[in-house]
């Protein structure tokens, strides 16, 4: 069976200049729309991050922006994992929209 961690993070852009169901087709220049993602590990008493991505941004005119990365083990050992993924998007008008999502947890073995 095979086991490991995906992280996969989301940023969208709409007319509204805000961080919805993006829908919309309204595209942003390079840079203006930014993903992270935060791993944690439960420790028995609380959630600590084992580790946390570089903030990634859009490279191209775009109106979402993913990113992905995927391990083959559980990058802190055994143990309850969730991700808090953060995902904005620039609005000349109102600044950095957006947001952060809990993804719930699961347990992986090491």
Do not use: Q
Request: proline share 3%; glycine share 12%.
């Amino acid at each position: 069976m095979a086991k490991g961690v995906v992280a996969y993070w989301y940023a969208g852009y709409n007319d509204n200049n805000v961080v919805e169901n993006c829908l919309d087709r309204s595209e942003l220049p390079e840079g203006h729309l930014a993903v992270l993602n935060d791993f944690y590990i439960w420790t028995g008493t609380e959630w600590w991050v084992c580790h946390s991505s570089d903030w990634h941004y859009n490279k191209n005119w775009a109106h979402k922006y993913s990113y992905r990365t995927t391990w083959g083990f559980a990058p802190c050992g055994s143990g309850y994992y969730g991700t808090v993924s953060y995902g904005y998007a620039y609005s000349l008008v109102r600044g950095w929209l957006g947001g952060d999502v809990w993804s719930g947890y699961h347990w992986l073995p090491s």
